[in-house]
């Protein structure tokens, strides 16, 4: 186990309830014949996060029940309808005394990011003061890892469906861009028209 596994914590995003998908939870939705939820939960343990925690919110038991989330820490987040910003906080919440360094945020509806691009920014990661995001183009994208030392001022800023944005943007000349456009896509699946990504 390199440092960096040691040291940095996964953290799934996968409460959304798909509201633009006629209220189909995203973690839900199938790929390669496994829940969502699953697949990106792997795409993480590939790129060497040992530590995963999970944040669910919509339908949270019939994606208990249906999906293989062995050896995760699953987070249930009741206030998921207000939006990314809760799950962010339940999540940053359930990693306190971890003792984690860092967590690297991804998802669960951007299959097309794989482990190479989650290795990428998790290799980019050297001590509780970093922040590192994934760029497309370079235009900043998931995933995104933050240090320890900026969990407590991304947990004030997120809010809504911002999530870290704010936070992000506030300190943009500590933020660390790793370039991914080559090893991933990073659509969202958002809409009925995006199901077209899912296999």
């Not at 038991?61 to 906080?89: F, Y």
């Not at 320890?148 to 936070?167: M, P, V």
Request: proline letters at 3%; charged letters at 25%.
């Amino acid at each position: 186990m390199t440092r960096n596994e040691d040291q940095v914590a996964g953290l799934l995003l996968a409460a959304g309830g798909g509201r633009r998908l006629g209220g189909r939870p995203k973690a839900l939705l199938e790929h390669r014949g496994r829940p969502l939820v699953e697949h990106a939960v792997g795409v993480l343990r590939a790129a060497g996060l040992s530590r995963v925690h999970v944040v669910l919110g919509a339908r949270a038991d019939a994606v208990r029940e249906r999906a293989e989330l062995t050896g995760c820490v699953v987070v249930e987040n009741p206030e998921w309808e207000r939006g990314m910003g809760s799950s962010l906080r339940a999540g940053l919440d359930s990693l306190a005394d971890t003792g984690a360094r860092a967590v690297l945020v991804s998802l669960v509806d951007q299959p097309g990011i794989g482990a190479e691009a989650v290795a990428r920014v998790l290799a980019a990661y050297s001590s509780e003061d970093s922040l590192v995001s994934a760029a497309y183009d370079g235009v900043r994208g998931h995933p995104v890892l933050f240090g320890a030392a900026h969990w407590a001022g991304i947990a004030e800023s997120a809010t809504g469906d911002r999530g870290a944005r704010a936070y992000l943007r506030a300190h943009a000349d500590s933020v660390v861009l790793v370039e991914c456009g080559d090893a991933a896509q990073p659509y969202d699946i958002d809409t009925e028209a995006d199901l077209v990504h899912l296999e």
